[in-house]
Structure formats: structure tokens, C-alpha cells
């Protein structure tokens, strides 16, 4: 069985802090990271899908955290298609308009290839240490199995290489039918990782649980089973608790899918107050039991 690497896709949030999560002495930013570092080996930054990341802060982030330690790092919006804010990109590449937000074709493509460059340069301290994992590449609702968008993914992979990026989708269509098969297929063809999830079904987003390697890193993300996964309250969409149950049936499971790579990363982006650490805890002592 390959290794398992258990964290959450939050260390920072603010209902996180409030919970209790943290010691009292864990009072500053790189004192609450180098706690969390001792109960989890891997953690995923989502703010990066917000706002790019700076290379200071990278470099801050692997100042402060041991060898072997791992981040996931999520790609900026702009990267998957998503509607990006203008305020957040950098402020020499914002294009002139009334517009809120911008989509990939509203930039000069001048503008659109430096923030490609600038993106993966801002890593570069956590290359250099050692503790850049992989870069998830989360697709919107709207991104279905189609030609086009698996060429997309092979443009992704070259961009990032010789980083990992590994890719989520939102769209029942690549996994409808015979769709499954081609779409793990790909992906494999291409030693290209699929990002496996645990998410409510039945919504324009949902993804079925299928729990597959396609290269030889699997990644596993935990959504929750949110009963107002339709909210545009981020806290409401994601504040699910695991069940000690839950947490039992799904350790056999990533114990068979570490089994097809040579490392998993297993994820709670359930990010409500302490649900994600908890859960990651207890999820972490059964698969180590």
C-alpha cells in the first residue's frame, strides 16, 4: 500500500480560530502553522483560488513548517474558467473595463500567459524546499467532457510541468455511463491525477464517489453531505461533520485506493469551525490503526 497523507484544505479560517482548535499559545500565523504541522503532514491552500499567491508568503510557508511537510496548492481561478474578480488580479495585467468579473478571453493573451508565468513562479520557494505536493485544478459546473476540454487538461499538464497538477470536475458527464471509463482512460493515458470526492449528489455540481487512481498520486477530497450544499453561505455549503460511522466505512476504501498509487493525499474541506480537523484526526488514527 502506497502512503497515505491526511489534512484539511484550511488552517486559517476564521470560524477555525474561534473553535479552540488551537492552543492559546498558538497566537500568531506562524505559530498556528507550525502546530498544525505537527497534527497533520499535508494541508491545501485554497485562497490561492481567490488571489495569486506571492512568493514571500510561499517562502513563509516553507520557513515554517519541517521536512516532508506538504501543501496543495489551488489554482488560482482565472486558471479553470471560473469568473475571476479584476480587483484580484495583478494590477498591471487588469484589463479596462466596467466588468466585475473576467473570464480567460476578456485578457490580451500577452496578459493571460504572465499570469500563468507569475502563478507558478510564486511557488518556487516551496519547489525549492521540498513541500509543494500539487497544484489542484478544480473545474466549474459548466466544464463538461468534451474535446475540447480534455485538450485543455493536457495544456494544463504541460504548463505545469514538471509540477503535478491534479484535476477535479463538477460535471456529472465525465463519469455518465460508458463516459467513466474513457474519461479514467484519459487521464491515465496521460499519468495525469484524478481528484476523487465525497459530495452531496443530485446537485448541477455533483460528482459521483469514484474512487480511482490514474496516476501514481491520488487525491481524495471530502465536501461534506451539506443539506444546503446549494448556499451561497460557504459555511453552510461546507459545514458538514463527519460521523464516527462515516469516517469507519470510508478508512478501507482509501486503504484500496492507496493501493493503486504510490502516494494518496486525503483532504477535509469540510472548513467549519474544527469540523475539518477533527475529522482529519480520527480519519488520520483509523487509517493508521
Known sequence: MGKIKVGTASWTDRTLLDSGWYPQAADTPQRRLSYYARQFPLVEVDATYYSPPAERTARLWAERTPAGFTFNVKAFSLLTGHPTRVSALYKDLRPDTDKCNVYPD???????????TRFLSALDP??????LGALLFQF???????RDNKQYLLEVARRCAPLRPVFEFRHASWFDGANREETLGFL??????YVCVDMPQGHRSSV???LEATADLAVVRFHGHSDKWASKDIHEKFGYDYSDRELKDWAPKLRKLADQAGET????NNCYRDNAQRNGQRLQSLLNA
Open 106 to 116: 476578456d485578457l490580451p493573451g500577452q496578459a493571460y500567459e504572465e499570469v500563468w
Open 126 to 131: 516551496l519547489v525549492e524546499a521540498g513541500r
Open 140 to 146: 466549474p459546473p459548466w466544464f463538461t467532457i468534451k
Open 188 to 193: 491515465r493515458e496521460h499519468a495525469m491525477a
Open 208 to 210: 459521483p464517489p469514484v
Open 265 to 268: 493525499h486525503v483532504l477535509m
